[in-house]
């Protein structure tokens, strides 16, 4: 990986004058997302694009204000990405629910017709008995899931509609609107760039190095690793993986905004979207297993659920690997 260079930056070009234009736009962005919100109506997939505009900017800028702190305001750049952290949290609760009752209903109904995963069938197709029994146990176990994550989906989508029409986020606004013109700057701010920009997004990249290293990424070489104790132990080692993956985010943002690309940004964004799977299949197995300790359900039922929780684990063995292999990439020697 390579650090930022900005020796095309001269001297009497302060810190705050390279990073005010990435926090105008992402405000701008922001007030976009807002706009659109607010024309959507009942348009669903107008406010879905509305939604998704207003939390990819508050991710892009709450990172922006965690990376480059020393630079600013501190108490305001502070308070403003806490909540910021607020609202996309709660905005992306919704969308999640969703997400996450497609992929495993789509599992379910791969599984269920004796395909196996979509990854080489790690998980064998079932045969005989135990496939009639997975029929049926399909059947139920995806309208278990449905109501479960229809309920949960609706208080998330209840949550939302709460957050957007709180004093809360009216402020949260209000200071994006802010932003949109003026960046309270630190001292350091006003510093030349060439001088203070590079250390703290060097500090960012470092603590994501460091949480790759600790990753069990020889073990990750492999695109299944079929031992179900593997599997079970696995489980509990996933937040390292969410660790890396919220750094990585950091890291690009932050090349982002000093408009760098250091490694190519494709083979970045690929590394991050293993990562996104990784999330997306472990959370899934979570609601799998969760779903199978409802009381007094059919055998059948727990049964396709288990098999389903099975494939979602081994999922997440799939998104490591591609995360392996997209990381070599991004630390491979330029030739």
């Given at each position: 990986m390579h650090n930022p260079d900005h020796s095309d930056h001269g001297r009497d070009v302060s810190a705050g004058e390279?990073?005010?234009?990435?926090?105008?736009?992402?405000?701008?962005?922001?007030l976009r997302g807002l706009r659109l919100h607010a024309e959507s109506g009942s348009d669903t997939a107008g406010s879905e694009e509305a939604t998704r505009t207003l939390r990819g900017a508050a991710r892009r800028i709450g990172a922006t204000l965690h990376t480059f702190r020393p630079l600013l305001d501190t108490a305001w750049a502070d308070q403003l990405r806490t909540e910021l952290a607020w609202l996309s949290g709660t905005l992306a609760l919704e969308q999640a629910c969703t997400s996450r009752l497609v992929r495993l209903v789509d599992?379910?109904?791969r599984l269920s017709s004796g395909t196996g995963t979509g990854h080489g069938g790690a998980v064998p197709a079932a045969r005989g008995s135990e496939a009639a029994g997975l029929t049926v146990g399909a059947a139920r176990a995806g309208a278990l899931l449905e109501r479960q994550l229809t309920l949960a989906r609706t208080r998330a989508h209840s949550a939302s509609l709460q957050a957007l029409g709180s004093a809360r986020f009216h402020a949260v606004a209000d200071a994006v609107a802010l932003l949109a013109s003026e960046v309270p700057l630190g001292p350091v701010g006003a510093a030349p760039a060439i001088e203070v920009l590079d250390?703290?997004?060097?500090?960012?990249?470092?603590?994501?190095?460091?949480?790759?290293?600790?990753l069990p990424l020889?073990?990750?070489?492999?695109p299944y690793n079929a031992d179900a104790l593997a599997l079970a132990a696995g489980e509990g080692q996933d937040a390292p993986w969410h660790q890396t993956r919220l750094l990585l985010r950091?890291?690009?943002y932050a090349c982002e905004a000093?408009?760098?690309?250091?490694?190519?940004?494709?083979?970045?964004?690929?590394?991050?979207r293993a990562l996104d799977r990784h999330r997306d299949a472990a959370e899934a197995a979570t609601a799998a297993a969760t779903a199978?300790?409802?009381?007094?359900i059919a055998p059948a039922t727990a049964y396709a659920l288990g098999v389903l929780h099975a494939d979602q684990r081994h999922e997440v063995e799939a998104a490591r690997f591609a995360f392996q292999r997209a990381w070599h990439r991004t630390t491979a020697p330029v030739p």
């Open positions: 390279v990073l005010a234009p990435y926090l105008h736009a992402r405000a701008a962005d922001f599992a379910l109904s250390g703290p997004a060097e500090v960012a990249e470092r603590r994501l190095l460091e949480a790759v290293a600790a020889t073990r990750a070489a492999h950091l890291h690009r000093l408009h760098t690309g250091g490694e190519p940004h494709s083979v970045l964004y690929e590394a991050a199978a300790r409802t009381p007094r």
